[in-house]
């Protein structure tokens, strides 16, 4: 089943202790976009990458690492979490270069920073 | 300052009464502007994509209309399960990969 998954789903942490979420997607896509979602703000883009060789900022990207080191796999790195980035979290994956065409969502990952 | 703004933030309707939602945008250059539908607790999924002024796409009871300034979501004679939130995002030209969502319509259709 062509999918993107997110791990963990559910995560509650504290302040200053770094975590990964992952997200891999079985889709050979070329573009992975990570969101965050907090009520009242919308969707707002972390980090996207184009290929394997391009990554770059989205609107929010302060506090948070990526790394494309393979083409299906586009994990999230906070190295210090602290509770104002407790949200949902998307990732997405599209086919080309860009989110010119339609993007996958994964099931989001909810992370609470105590 | 690229933006996108949609509007209501809420809509209730009764079953098979038609409606729009509205989603104007403030870019540049327009790459292209996409509809997505999200149910509570789930990922986005994705609706339409509209690339210029003048475009129309439909899928069952839902039709996109796009102008230079903003776009359309038409529900024509919409049923419970239509609810959700409708995302609306946009992509402008020369921003790489970096794309914009507006902050979502609420719909809410009764019985």
């Known amino acids: 089943e062509a999918q993107v998954t997110q791990n963990p789903r559910y995560l509650i942490t504290v302040t200053g202790k770094k975590l990964t979420v992952t997200c891999s997607q079985n889709m050979n896509h070329e573009y992975m976009s990570w969101y965050r979602q907090d009520p009242g703000l919308g969707l707002r883009q972390i980090y996207y990458s184009m290929n394997v060789e391009v990554t770059d900022k989205g609107d929010v990207p302060e506090g948070y690492k990526v790394s494309r080191k393979e083409k299906r796999n586009f994990p999230l790195i906070l190295e210090s979490p602290s509770p104002n980035q407790t949200s949902l979290y998307f990732c997405?994956?599209?086919?080309?270069?860009?989110?010119?065409?339609?993007?996958?969502f994964g099931p989001g990952t909810r992370l609470t920073v105590l | 300052e690229d933006q996108v703004t949609q509007s209501p933030e809420a809509l209730r309707l009764q079953e098979g009464e038609s409606s729009s939602l509205n989603c104007s945008y403030t870019?540049?250059?327009?790459?292209?502007l996409f509809w997505y539908r999200q149910d509570p607790g789930k990922g986005p999924e994705f609706l339409f994509t509209?690339?210029?002024a003048g475009e129309e796409k439909e899928k069952e009871r839902l039709k996109a209309t796009l102008t230079k300034k903003e776009s359309f979501l038409h529900i024509t004679a919409p049923k419970p399960e239509d609810s959700a939130t409708y995302l609306c995002a946009v992509q402008a030209d020369n921003q790489g990969g970096k794309l914009i969502f507006g902050q979502g319509t609420e719909l809410s259709v009764k019985p």
């Open positions: 870019v540049s250059g327009l790459r292209g």
């Open positions: 509209l690339y210029s």
């Open positions: 997405a994956s599209s086919k080309g270069t860009s989110p010119y065409n339609e993007q996958f």
